[in-house]
């Protein structure tokens, strides 16, 4: 069994892993094995790795089953202690692995974690998916130390002290596997979305913590598989969210916030149209439906998820409203969020 197992889930992205893979294998060489996971890709990305990276093992799936379920089946044929999520958009950088396994052998009560993610364009920005850790509001819109909405900030190393969060990113995070198998591993039906947050949300219910750990870090591109404003990433983003807050929360508080975001959702998407933006318009509505018509398949999951929780209250989700806080508020930054 592999120590570290670092598996890159790859779909049509031969150009990506020409740039990025040598780095990823020299910077990771003495500590860990590099698998890379291929969704049944239609270009020549088989191709290229069995030539030029015969180090890289290589995990051939049958069909392109997207982020979620594309881990969850690579995952079944690798045995390892520690997986690495870790996108093909990502450069690597010296000894970027020590500090996370450090962090997490000494550390047994933590699942997963992550490095400080930062802009591949701009290695002094932080970067949108994931930053340094990922939190939610109340109502389930999730925002990262360095990130708000779309404000980013510079990293002044303001973050630069390692800190427990709710979800760690899945452009970079580390997991221990015996944990993700116990969470029961990525929601496959999400396809992609969310389905990090959800997992370590899970793992959070279940007891178990989560850090970012900023003596760590990487450089991501971000929005190679769908671009920011892409209507389907809209469309997955407003149904996945939904069904993780369906998920996740308790009994106390799930009617009141899913009333509340039923009426933001909606109000977001009159804001979408009004500004012409009817992609977005149409694939909010779609995402609420979508969720409507298999919330009855949920039911048995949710019951399946509370079942496991141990704690009260999770440490990461914040009671004040985001929206309110930014918008209202002006508070733009993480440090100002009240």
């Known amino acids: ?37 291929d969704n049944a890709s239609t270009d020549n990305s088989v191709e290229v790795l069995k030539k030029h990276f015969p180090e890289v093992r290589l995990v051939q799936l049958d069909k392109n089953w997207g982020f979620a379920e594309g881990y969850n089946k690579a995952f079944e044929q690798i ?18 692995l020590t ?11 933590v699942a997963a974690c992550q490095p400080k993610l930062l802009s591949e364009s701009d290695h002094d920005a932080f970067e949108y998916a994931g930053a340094c850790g990922g939190f939610v509001d109340r109502y389930g819109y999730p925002f990262c130390r360095g990130r708000v909405f779309d404000t980013v900030e510079n990293d002044d190393g303001q973050y630069d002290y390692a800190a427990e969060v709710l979800w760690a990113t899945g452009a970079c995070m580390m997991v221990r596997a015996a944990d993700y198998k116990a969470a ?13 947050i959800d997992l370590c949300w899970r793992l959070r219910l279940m007891g178990r913590k989560i850090f970012c750990i900023p003596d760590s870090a990487v450089y991501h591109i971000g929005g190679g598989t769908l671009p920011k404003n892409n209507p389907m990433k809209t469309y997955l983003n407003f149904r996945n969210n939904l069904t993780m807050l369906y998920k996740n929360l308790s009994d106390g508080e799930l009617h009141h916030v899913m009333r509340v975001r039923a009426v933001l959702d909606y109000v977001a998407a009159l804001q979408a149209l009004l500004s012409g933006r009817t992609g977005d318009f149409k694939a909010i509505l779609r995402g609420r439906r979508a969720f409507k018509q298999w919330l009855p398949d949920y039911r048995e999951v949710r ?19 985001i929206l309110w806080q930014y918008y209202a508020k002006g508070h733009k930054k993480f440090s100002q969020i009240d």
Not at 88 to 96: A, N, Q, Y
Not at 99 to 109: A, K, S
Not at 307 to 314: A, E, F, I, L, Q
């Open 1 to 37: 069994m592999d120590k570290v197992a670092i598996v890159i889930l790859n779909w049509n992205g031969v150009k990506m892993l020409t740039r990025f893979l040598p780095t990823v294998l020299d910077y990771s060489r003495n500590e860990a094995v590099v698998y890379v996971a």
């Open 79 to 96: 045995e390892a202690e520690y997986y690495v999520l870790l996108n093909s958009d990502v450069e690597v950088t010296h000894h970027w």
């Open 99 to 109: 500090p996370l396994i450090e962090f997490m052998d000494n550390r047994p009560d």
């Open 184 to 196: 029961g591993g990525f929601d496959a039906r999400f396809f992609a979305h969310n389905e990090e």
């Open 303 to 321: 019951r399946s998820v509370q079942s496991m929780r141990k704690v009260d209250s999770v440490t990461g989700i914040y009671r004040c409203s």
